[in-house]
Nanobody, 130 residues
Framework: QVHLQESGGGSVQPGGSLTLSCVVSGVTFNKYCMAWFRQAPGKEREAVAAIDDDGRSKYEGSVVGRFTISQDSAKNTVFLRMNNVRPEDTAVYYC????????????????????????WGQGTQVTVSS
């Protein structure tokens, strides 16, 4: 059974930094696309960033230059480094994964579409406040 476990959430002041982690277990895979999404109270779930097994990445506009998605394939872990956070970054952050081919293509908007992903974590809360 595939399991995604997020960690690293918490409270941070505006302008600060935080790193989220997502560990994947229960599956052996070589090809994948993984992503971070977030959902603020009263708002729809939105994409943050995505990365594939070739290391290609894609970001939602408001986090470009502030957030970085990366991976440690040996540890089945994907990270989201959040720098210069803003109050509007406050949300529950979810990790998502897809292993079935064809994978979401980094040449399109697919990696930032939540409907492209089969597996999801439970989420971790990030609160940005002074």
């Amino acid at each position: 059974q595939v399991h995604l476990q997020e960690s690293g959430g918490g409270s941070v002041q505006p302008g600060g930094s935080l790193t989220l982690s997502c560990v994947v277990s229960g599956v052996t895979f070589n090809k994948y696309c993984m992503a971070w999404f977030r959902q603020a109270p009263g708002k729809e779930r939105e994409a943050v960033a995505a990365i594939d097994d070739d290391g290609r990445s894609k970001y939602e506009g408001s986090v470009v230059g502030r957030f970085t998605i990366s991976q440690d394939s040996a540890k089945n872990t994907v990270f989201l480094r959040m720098n210069n956070v803003r109050p509007e970054d406050t949300a529950v952050y979810y990790c998502a994964a897809e292993f079935r081919t064809p994978l979401p293509s980094m040449r399109t908007a697919q990696p930032l579409d939540p409907q492209e992903y089969t597996y999801w974590g439970q989420g971790t809360q990030v609160t940005v406040s002074s």
